[in-house]
């Protein structure tokens, strides 16, 4: 099959499908929706291809899963002719990826860069969605697919004076492309999330100082990064499929321990076994990959005294990297449960602090007071800067798809029905009332708890299916029930109310976001339960869909 055919379409012409985003999801729906001869057309924000990995072009930035497994499936020739270089891939390698598969299958030409969709509104009359973009212009299909990312929204910061900051002000999350030169200068860093942790090593490397304001810590583990050893690749390689399967069969993505990806969860409790037989497994896990640690026992995230047990032996780490106790004091978390933020990935960042030029300031009981002309004020106290960076964090889930304007049936918005309590879909997938519209990595989908781009190519897949089976007849919509999404929303809260995770104020339960409804915003029954029920929800078609 010829599968870099064009669909040849401009704005103004009626589609079949409209994807939104050219990230690792998007390119794969338009090469998918190409593939299967439906007229196509992708819009992205961005001036190119790699979604997040556009965006985020920090110093530091590179991804926290192992490279061979965050790639894409769907190509074996792909798979066989790109090596990577690193075991976690940095953020320019990515891009690297995104251009090679971009360009080897002419995913550009069937996108429009640069644009943002602003609205999306169904009519009734004609069963046809309109997308207006921020050029003023409108295009309209049949289908939509958002492919917008799960951490793409930025969030929304309320500083008191955010604008009068005299100095230059930077966005983790939209970075300049070209170099910014630090040396010489004070600058400070707001937040010490995964960004702000792959960040701040970087920047205390040349800024005259660096001022670090903290508001809650995080659990940083070493992120064991090395090159990839031509062996090991070599041997991915030649069992790609296997491994993929094997990863599509595990619960939560694979992990590779001494070279061997392993998949499954361990079968034994932490309070099962002796304090040193604990301690060395942590060990193991601290000295082998980076989220090793979330496959050490099998209570560790269900478990409080388990969990603790963890949290301890990396608290114990913390303390032995930082020479000023009372500055490894501020580093370690003691309020919430170790893992129910996502884990951090560090290369240096707890000896940054042991730097001359370093300094970390707690904004946790003193919140910042404002942004001033020339710095930050925290309990009265100026810290003067002249860069000020904010790894401040996103909207995670929802952000990117309550950011469009979205009327569907009956003027009903999306922004509206989910300000309340929380998203409302099904399986992640669809939502009542939005017919024919599909998000991939939507909110309440495993998306953020599992290898998230096979995640993304199996709903792609399944989304797909449902075009070709509705193809035939031009009037045919999609969409879930009501009683079908509530279905959902209810088996979600019970998944994750067997874990620690809703105890935590995370992203995962939108609580990083002021008066975000706090409900688990990720599927975590497992994926292998979750192909099952996307497949059950096919063969009970009439019941949970209209
Ligand atoms: P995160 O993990 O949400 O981290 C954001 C950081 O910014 C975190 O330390 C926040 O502190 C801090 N923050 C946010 N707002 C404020 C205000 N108003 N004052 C002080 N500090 C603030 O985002 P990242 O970009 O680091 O990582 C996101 C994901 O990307 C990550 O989980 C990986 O999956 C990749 P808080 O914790 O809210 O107290």
């Not at 939104?20 to 001869?37: I, K, P």
């Not at 110093?59 to 899963?65: K, Q």
């Not at 604008?163 to 966005?171: A, L």
Request: glycine share 8%; aromatic share 12%; charged share 25%.
């Amino acid at each position: 099959m010829d599968t870099s055919k064009s669909s040849r379409v401009k704005p103004g012409d009626d589609l079949d499908v409209v994807i939104v985003g050219a990230g690792f999801s998007g390119l794969y729906a338009l090469y998918h929706v190409r593939e299967m001869g439906f007229s196509v057309l992708g819009y992205d924000d961005g001036g190119d291809v790699g979604g997040t990995w556009y965006w985020n072009r920090y110093p530091g930035a590179r991804v926290d899963n192992e490279s061979v497994e965050y790639s894409f499936s769907f190509s074996p020739e792909v798979e066989q002719e790109w090596s990577w270089s690193e075991r976690y891939a940095s953020q320019p390698e990515l891009l690297r990826y995104f251009d090679f598969v971009a360009n080897k299958y002419d995913l550009r030409k069937d996108f429009q860069f640069n644009t943002q969709i602003k609205s999306v509104t169904f009519s009734e009359s004609t069963n046809l969605w309109t997308l207006r973009t921020d050029h003023g212009d409108a295009v309209s299909a049949r289908f939509v697919i958002l492919a917008t990312g799960i951490l793409s929204a930025p969030k929304q910061l309320d500083f008191p004076g955010l604008d009068t900051f005299g100095g230059n002000s930077y966005y983790t999350s939209r970075w300049p492309h070209e170099p910014v030169d630090f040396s010489g200068q004070g600058v400070g860093v707001i937040g010490t999330g995964s960004t702000g942790v792959q960040l701040i090593p970087h920047v205390a490397k040349v800024a005259r100082h660096l001022t670090v304001f903290q508001r809650t810590p995080s659990y940083a583990v070493p992120a064991c990064n090395r090159p990839v050893d031509p062996e090991f690749q070599d041997r991915v390689k030649a069992q790609y499929a296997e491994v993929r399967r094997r990863e599509s069969l595990a619960f939560q993505g694979g992990v590779i321990k001494n070279d061997e990806i392993t998949f499954g969860l361990p079968q034994t409790s932490a309070l099962s076994v002796s304090a040193e037989e604990r301690e060395a497994e942590y060990e193991r896990c601290w000295n082998s990959a980076n989220f090793t640690l979330y496959w050490s026992y099998n209570d560790v995230l269900t478990d409080r005294a388990a969990n603790e047990t963890v949290a301890e032996f990396v608290r114990a780490k913390i303390r032995a990297k930082v020479d000023d106790p009372a500055v490894a004091e501020l580093l370690i978390p003691t309020e919430y449960a170790i893992m129910t933020k996502r884990l951090c990935a560090e290369i240096g960042y707890y000896e940054t602090y042991n730097r001359d030029n370093v300094s970390l300031v707690s904004v946790k009981d003193t919140p910042i007071e404002a942004i001033t002309h020339t710095g930050v004020q925290v309990a009265g106290r100026k810290y003067e800067l002249d860069s000020l960076i904010f790894a401040t964090g996103f909207d995670a889930m929802t952000g990117a798809v309550t950011n469009i304007d979205i009327e569907g049936r009956e003027g009903r918005q999306i922004r509206e029905e989910w300000a309340t309590h929380g998203p409302r879909t099904y399986l992640g997938l669809m939502s009542n009332g939005f017919p024919n519209l599909f998000y991939v990595s939507g909110p309440s989908s495993p998306a953020a708890l599992f290898a998230p781009i096979m995640l993304a190519e199996f709903q792609i897949r399944w989304i797909v299916a449902r075009m070709q089976e509705m193809h035939s007849d031009p009037k045919r919509t999609l969409e879930p029930t009501t009683a079908a999404e509530q279905r959902w929303i209810e088996q979600s809260k019970e998944a994750a109310d067997r874990t620690l995770l809703p105890q935590t104020d995370s992203w995962y339960m939108g609580a990083n976001i002021p008066g975000k409804p706090r409900v688990i915003q990720a599927y975590m029954g497992g994926f292998v339960n979750y192909q099952h029920l996307c497949a059950d929800a096919v063969a009970n078609g009439s019941k949970d869909f209209v």
